[in-house]
């Protein structure tokens, strides 16, 4: 490299671009295309819950009740939490990788988070597709109790 020569910015000496998938672009264009589906999906989720119907007085355990027992809701509901959590994800990962200087702690620290995710992903996705409102005793006169035939 002559004097007036500069090297391109943030590149160490000689970086050579590894043959396979561009894993970085993929995950650049991952948070796009979610961001723009969670805004969809989230304003949605609270236009349903806070503003149709009886608004938010509405709301409480049967109403959530109805709603999973629909499975378009119940498929919303976890779309829009498994790109919730994704999209969470992958944005600390990226702070992880930009500001943790030693590769075994950012390797352990991005396996862990993933973990997490995978874990919470795997919980929620149980909670929604197995919710059973008829599990507790309901003998109140609640709205539930027509609901289930109790």
């Not at 409480?60 to 119940?74: E, I, L, R």
């Amino acid at each position: 490299m002559t004097a007036d020569t500069l090297a391109a910015p943030r590149s160490p000496k000689g970086a050579v671009r590894k043959k396979g998938p561009n894993l970085e672009m993929v995950g650049w264009v991952f948070m796009r295309v979610s961001g723009v589906l969670l805004i969809v999906l989230i304003f949605g989720h609270l236009f349903v819950n806070l503003m149709v119907g009886d608004g938010i007085s509405a709301l409480d355990f049967a109403f959530v009740a109805g709603k999973f027992a629909n499975p378009f809701w119940q498929w919303w509901d976890v779309l829009m939490l498994w790109l919730a959590f994704i999209h969470g994800t992958n944005g600390m990962r990226t702070i992880v990788n930009d500001y943790v200087t030693n590769a075994k702690a950012r390797k352990t620290l991005v396996v862990a988070l993933w973990a997490v995710c995978a874990f919470m992903i795997l919980l929620g996705t149980l909670v929604v597709f197995t919710f059973d409102p008829c599990i507790p005793n309901l003998t109140d006169g609640s709205v539930l109790t027509e609901f289930c035939g109790a």
